[in-house]
């Protein structure tokens, strides 16, 4: 009994040696991290978890409660099967489509298939100071919300099935090349890693907002309006859900904009900073305007408002000092109040939810404001990081950084909607993209998914 002791506790005590010796060779490994701030990759983790609940519950409840009470699940049901569809597909192969080193224009999907070599060591490109993965999944979370979005102007018609090809492929085709363009290595529109012509963007004006704002609005026209539009009332069954969901999107903006710094330090502190005085902005200039314009503030309107300022920020958050971001979201709030109100009416499409109407219109205002309004007080990179050859070339605002962001915002257009186009002709073509008259009289909460939000 003895010497098994004995023996069982040496067998212990060189299982232990051989156990510190290899934490000790992993720790000392090449590629193992040693540049980690534990600071900003808490702060990249909470802005990764903020950005998602933009999408569920944050989108789900603001469009849910703007439908009528026979959809309200099957638009809801649009969000949350995104958080599950583009994490596979950015699993799958989205990341190296995005961020992988390709060329001008696309990523390499091949690089990183199943997340292969995103682990614990930094990408010195993209963020040095946090894990490859936890970028991987920050980024991520913008590649769930995008296609998202474009679900509101389509609400209340499309079969799911069309919406889930739709939506898959517009990621593929669109949403992965646009953002390799502003924000991958080499990208073409990258104005800190050796792109051809230095854009600011600093969480999606393009990439985002005017991206799915052109393609819901192709999608609008497309599909053809709601039975019964607009003779008939399709009037929110629930604004308070819409509120909450307001709020939800409003509080993860923070993340959606600071959390685009990608590190906790003082520009964090400066896009936050301009991201909720942009939102209070614009909510202030719709409600101000359809006062005036209709004798009362709605409650939806002050909410839209605060969509379309904080959809107009986006952009500019991380370029921009306190009293630029006021502008640009008073500009916001009132442009697009404007556009939901008279462009929608005098062209006749039925953009269900008023996608484009927000956060196209309100990010092609940021942008282009941006053009003229971009600080190196706010960003000091701007002033000496491009380089044009051996020149260094300042993005500080002025006319030859206007024209940068009109080129910008020309090209995510054209391509957003022709792509978006193009996709919805060959899925009808398949599947169809509508469902019939009756099932749209039924509801798609019936029709599509046999079930009712509200049993009684």
Known sequence: ?????????????????????????????PGAPSKIDSGDNAWMLTSAALVLMMTGPGLALFYGGLVRTKNVLATMMQSFFLISMISLLWFLFGYGAAFGKGNAFIGNP?????????????????APTIPAQTFMVYQMMFAIITPGLITGAFAERMRFSAYVAFTALWTIVVYFPLAHMVWGKGGFFNWELGGHIPVLDFAGGTVVHISSGVSALVCAIVLGPRRGFPREPMLPHNVVLSLIGTGLLWVGWFGFNAGSALASGALATSAFAATHFAGAAGGFAWSVGEWIHKGKPSVLGTASGMVAGLATITPASGFVTVPSAVLIGLAGGFVCYLCVTHV?????????LDVFGVHCCGSIVGMLLLGFLASAEANPAIANTFKRGDAVVSLVGGPGQFVNQLIAVAVTAVAAGLITFVLLKIINAVIGLRVDPESEHAGLDVSEHGENAYNQ
Not at 13 to 19: D, P, R, S, V, Y
Not at 110 to 126: I, K, R
Not at 344 to 352: P, Q
Request: overall charge negative; some cysteine.
């Open 1 to 29: 009994m003895t010497h098994t002791t004995r023996s069982g506790r040496c067998a212990w005590l060189f299982a232990a040696a051989f156990a510190c010796l290899g934490a000790t060779l992993h720790a000392q490994a």
């Open 110 to 126: 091949l690089s990183h298939l199943f997340l292969h070599g995103v682990g614990a060591a930094p990408d010195p490109d993209y």
């Open 344 to 352: 929608k009416t005098m062209f006749g499409y039925d953009d269900s």
